[in-house]
Structures are given as structure tokens and as C-alpha cells.
């Protein structure tokens, strides 16, 4: 059923995921390079510039120290960058095996770990990931491991669903027949067939960490408060809204479009990996 | 169907008891306690002592949790160490608070959300589709403390026809009231509306393509006949299930919201709570948000089984 618009949708939809692309590129270039990049040192204050109007010398100008708001806005990507990606590695590792060994042993395995699953479910990620992270203490190693655990359900959730469909399929029997371990099985058979849906749910969540991340930080609950991140920026050019709105409104900015960048691409791949979906756009 | 229910609230209530142990445990493993706090400076060895005894804490964990636990059914959940209070009574006041902003921004998101997503799916591929979409994807992935934000910019400092932040009683000054919370509910809304739209789109898109709405259309039904009575009855299982979701994300959301406006609910609450160390109250808090997302993912649970006969059948089979 192919209307007429369908076709400029594909090519916008393409378009849009190919902008995601450069955009997410940047933003990692600009974390990877941020020592080389940052025109000032982020943390250095200089209080005669003390709310400076963008200048050529200070593209966005300085913040209520000071501080460059340029340089800031770079080392904020290299923070953001980091805890993403760091806590996306710990809840997708973390997630992906016990959704495996849920779907893989169902009976009281997989009851258990479901329980435990919906237990968390329950609770709002931010408030687990808050949760988390004030128990352990605050430091940045800390809030990736609270933010990766507060992800960990979704990957077990598609985890699971993914191994129950493939655990009965003819070539996972006959590993099973001619005697192959159940973690050679696991490991050699089903989990290479869920790397495409386990790539899809990492980058969308990638853009849920950032946000978490921000979210945590606009609290004053995320990295600790020396270490320049977008949320805190947010927060601290929140009470000069009426005469400096710009501080807090570029680091959101930032945030946004990388998370936006970060879901498009994902909703992208999950498109072109996903066979029905494909060319019916 | 009952067999269903039954084990529906079974399952449900294990889940209760799994978020109690929860956040029982994280606050546990926070380093330093009450005693720390209330002695302070003052603190000796004997006095430390004695006050953890008075308070229970020199008990091993397990004991304290089931002790923590017993008092809950009695609808006791300990004694603010801030407030001087019981958690129950501070609880219950700022429940209501937030409970009427998340349950306007819940309507909202909800019936705009499956509106929009219709009107989307229908004209797949059209100008408003793209234009949907497209506020739907900045929808999700815009942060809401920045939203909050941009909108007092906006209508607070530019415009000065909303107040800032701040709360008001309805009962003292309703229209006050109703001003100050314009804000915080559209902006709670936002993030839950738009994977409303995006859901409710991909549902109705899925049932439109199937043989039954093919034939609908070909005995010569009009087209609001087949999109409300063959398309939307069966795309409303996805879009319960979403339902059920969007709590959870609306506490998420006035969690922040709350900090943003000013607004002493439960969120504001939780966030004072934590830098006060007030672990009573904190506990409370996760347990109370726990509680009304298992319930809706109950009532959503149960619900299915009205909706659909077959998922009704299959339970009773299974």
C-alpha cells in the first residue's frame, strides 16, 4: 500500500538519521579532542568577564564566574560522552546475560530475575538511578554504575524475549544434541542472533543516559560539581534567567540535540536491521 | 478470567514485596546514619551507642528490614529524622500535590497523545504526519527541566503572563493556582505525550495494513466505521500497554518538574530528602511511587482481558 508521500518519506527519514549521524560525530569529536578544542581552561575564573556577552574572545560568552562558556560546553560533551557510554557498557553487559540466562533456563531462574525485573521497573529510572548513586557516594565511576544498573531491565527484557525465540530454533537444538555446553550455546549461537535488537536498544538508551546523566546533574545529584556537565550548567545559569537566559539555555540545547540525535539514529538502525519494517517506511 | 486476575495480583504483590527489600537495601548501604546526624559534633562513643540502640540500629540488617516492613502494614513507615514527623503524615500531604499535577498531565498526554497519533497514522506520509513526528521525536528527547526552562523564559520573563514558580492551595486562591500549574503540568506531559503519539501511530499503522481492515473496507464500510471499530479496538493493546509505562515516566518527570516550579510534592520531597540524609522519607518515597506504578500496571493487566477475549482465553488455558 505505497502512497504518495511515502517515497518523500523515505528520503526524509534518511535524510534526518544520515543529519543524526554527523551530529552524534561531532559531539563525539568534540569529547574525544576536547583538551585540543577548548579555547579556554573551563575551570579557570575570571571575574572582571563575569557574565560577558559572546565576543569573538569568548564565543558564548562567560558564566557567572567567568568561566568560558565555550570551553565549558566542550568539556560538558566529553562528560556527557563518557557516562554514556561507560554506563551503557555496564547495564548493556550486565542486562544482556541475565536476560539470556532468564530465557535460556526459564523455570525458577527466570521467575526470579523477572520479579526482580518488574521490581525495578516499578520505580522511576531517575529516581533508581538517584537512588543508586547516593548510596554508593558521589563521584563520576559511581554515577555510570547507578545509571548503567538503572538501565539494566530493558536490556533484560529484550534479551529475554530474543532468547526465547531463538532457543528452539533447529540450529540451537542441535548444539544442544551433539553436546555443546549450555554457555558455549548461549554464548556461540544466541547471542550472535540478538547482536542487531542489542545494538538498537543500546543506542536508544544511550540518549536515555545522557539524559539521566543531565537530569542527575541539573538536581545537583550527578557528577560532582568541579567537573563541568550540561545539567549543571543548566542549573546554575537558571537563577539569571532574566538577564543571561543564554546560560542556560545553550548547554539544554546541546543536550537535547544529542539525545534527539542519539534516538533518531537508534529508531534508524532498529528500520534498516529489522526486515518487516524495511521499505515499508 | 478470575484464575487470570488472581494471578495477576499474586504476581503483583511478590513485585511489592521485591521494591520494598529495594529500597530498603539502597538506603541501607548509604555510609553513615541517623545518629551521625542527629549527634553531630557531640557525638561520644556511650551516647552514639545508646541513641543507635534507642533507634534500633545496633540490630543486624535482615531484622531491622522485617521490623521496617511489619510497621508498613500497619501503615507506619518510621519517623523523619528532619522533620521530626512521622514519613506517613509527610507523605500524605504532599501526595495530593503531586497527584493532581501527574493525574492533568496523565489526561492530557493521553488523550492528546492517541489523538495525535491517529490523525498521524491516518494521513501516513502527509504534511501533518512529518509535522507530528516531528515534534514528537524533540518531544522525547528534549529535557524537561530545560522545557520548564525555556517556558518561564518565554511566558514568566518575556511575556509576564504566568507567575515564575511558587504553589498555591486551590482551596485558598483557585485561579492562582490553576496559572501557577499551567507550566509544570504541560511540561510533565511532554516527554509521556510524545511516545503516546509515537506508539499510538505504530499500532494503528500495524492493524491498518491487516486482512480484516482490507475486507472492512472493501464491503463498503465508511472510513470512520473501520478506523473506530476495527483499527482502534485492536490497536489498543499496544497502546495499554504503554499506558501502564507513562506512570512511571510521569513521576520521573515530576521528580524534576517539581525542582524546576517550586512545587513541595512528593518529587521536591525526595530531592530534599536525599541532601538532608532523611533516609526514612526517602525510602518512603520510592516505595509509595513503586506501589502506584504496580497498581496501574495491574489495573492495565487486568484490563487487557476486557479488552481482548483471546489474551483472556489463552490465561485461563495456561
Known amino acids: 500500500m505505497m502512497k504518495k508521500g511515502s517515497f518523500i518519506r523515505v528520503l526524509v527519514s534518511r535524510w534526518t538519521v544520515l543529519l543524526s549521524v554527523i551530529l552524534i560525530a561531532l ?46 560546553i566542550i568539556y560538558g560533551a566529553r562528560t556527557s560522552m563518557l557516562i554514556a557510554f561507560v ?8 542486562g544482556t546475560l541475565l536476560g539470556l540466562v532468564a530465557g535460556y533456563f526459564g523455570g525458577v531462574v527466570d521467575t526470579v530475575i523477572m520479579r526482580l525485573t518488574d521490581a525495578m521497573m516499578a520505580i522511576p529510572q531517575i529516581v533508581l538511578a538517584l537512588g543508586i548513586g547516593v548510596a554508593l557516594g558521589r563521584s563520576t565511576l559511581n554515577l555510570m554504575i547507578a545509571i548503567g544498573v538503572s538501565s539494566v531491565p530493558a536490556y533484560i527484557r529484550m534479551m529475554r524475549g530474543q532468547t526465547v525465540s531463538t532457543k528452539n530454533q533447529m540450529y540451537v537444538l ?15 549461537h544466541i547471542l550472535p542472533n540478538s547482536i542487531s535488537p542489542l545494538i538498537v536498544t543500546a543506542t536508544i538508551n544511550l540518549g536515555g543516559a545522557i539524559m539521566a546523566e543531565a537530569s542527575l546533574s541539573y538536581l545537583g545529584l550527578g557528577v560532582p560539581p568541579e567537573i563541568p556537565a550540561w545539567g549543571t550548567m543548566v542549573s546554575d545559569g537558571f537563577q539569571y534567567i532574566e538577564t543571561a537566559p543564554m546560560l542556560s539555555v545553550i548547554p539544554g540545547l546541546c543536550i537535547m540535540l544529542v539525545v534527539l540525535a542519539f534516538n533518531i539514529f537508534g529508531d534508524g538502525l532498529r528500520d534498516m536491521l529489522d526486515p518487516r519494517v524495511r521499505g515499508s517506511l | 478470567m478470575t484464575q487470570y486476575i488472581v494471578k495477576k495480583i499474586f ?23 541517623a545518629v551521625d546526624f542527629l549527634l553531630g559534633l557531640e557525638a561520644t562513643p556511650e551516647k552514639a551507642a545508646a541513641l543507635r540502640a534507642s533507634l534500633n540500629l545496633d540490630k543486624p540488617f535482615i531484622v531491622r528490614y522485617f521490623m521496617w516492613l511489619g510497621g508498613l502494614f500497619r501503615g507506619d513507615m518510621g519517623t523523619s529524622i528532619f522533620y521530626n514527623d512521622s514519613v506517613t503524615n509527610i507523605l500524605v500531604k504532599k501526595l495530593l500535590v503531586t497527584f493532581r499535577m501527574g493525574f492533568a498531565a496523565l489526561i492530557i498526554s493521553t488523550v492528546v497523545g492517541i489523538t495525535l497519533g491517529v490523525v498521524s497514522a491516518v494521513n501516513r506520509g502527509g504534511f501533518w504526519d ?22 518561564i523564559i518565554l511566558f514568566a520573563v518575556k511575556m509576564k503572563v504566568l507567575p515564575v514558580q511558587g504553589y498555591t492551595d486551590p482551596s485558598a486562591d483557585f485561579w492562582l493556582h490553576t496559572k501557577q500549574m499551567v507550566m509544570p503540568v504541560i511540561v510533565t506531559a511532554v516527554g509521556a505525550l510524545s511516545s503516546m503519539v509515537r506508539q499510538t501511530r505504530s499500532a494503528v499503522l500495524e492493524t491498518i495494513s491487516q486482512d480484516y481492515v482490507r475486507t472492512a473496507r472493501e464491503k463498503g464500510l465508511r472510513e470512520r466505521a473501520i478506523l473506530i471499530k476495527h483499527v482502534l479496538r485492536n490497536a489498543l493493546i499496544p497502546i495499554l500497554t504503554l499506558l501502564g509505562m507513562q506512570i512511571r515516566v510521569l513521576f520521573g518527570g515530576v521528580v524534576i518538574v517539581e525542582n524546576i516550579f517550586a512545587i513541595p510534592g512528593m518529587g521536591r520531597l525526595l530531592v530534599n530528602s536525599v541532601f538532608n540524609r532523611d533516609i526514612t522519607v526517602v525510602q518512603g518515597c520510592i516505595l509509595i511511587m513503586g506501589i502506584v506504578v504496580i497498581i496501574a500496571n495491574l489495573l492495565v493487566d487486568v484490563s487487557y482481558g476486557f479488552v481482548d477475549p483471546r489474551i483472556r482465553e489463552i490465561k485461563d488455558v495456561a
Open chain 2, 11 to 33: 504476581q503483583a504483590l511478590l513485585v511489592l514485596l521485591i521494591v520494598t527489600f529495594i529500597s530498603y537495601l539502597i538506603m541501607e548501604l548509604i555510609p553513615g546514619d
Open chain 1, 27 to 72: 559531539f563525539i569529536i568534540a569529547a574525544v579532542f576536547a583538551p585540543l578544542l577548548m579555547p579556554y581552561d573551563p575551570l579557570a575564573m575570571d571575574l572582571p568577564n563575569r557574565l560577558a556577552a559572546p565576543s569573538l574572545k569568548h564565543l558564548l560568552g562567560c558564566d557567572l564566574m567567568g568561566r568560558d562558556i565555550m570551553s565549558r
Open chain 1, 87 to 94: 554506563s551503557i557498557i555496564i547495564g548493556g553487559i550486565a
Open chain 2, 130 to 151: 512529518n509535522l507530528i513526528s516531528f515534534f514528537a521525536n524533540i518531544g522525547i528527547s528534549i529535557p524537561a527541566f530545560w522545557l520548564g526552562i525555556l517556558f
Open chain 1, 174 to 188: 542441535s548444539a544442544n544434541v551433539i553436546g555443546c555446553s549450555d554457555s558455549r550455546v548461549m554464548y556461540r
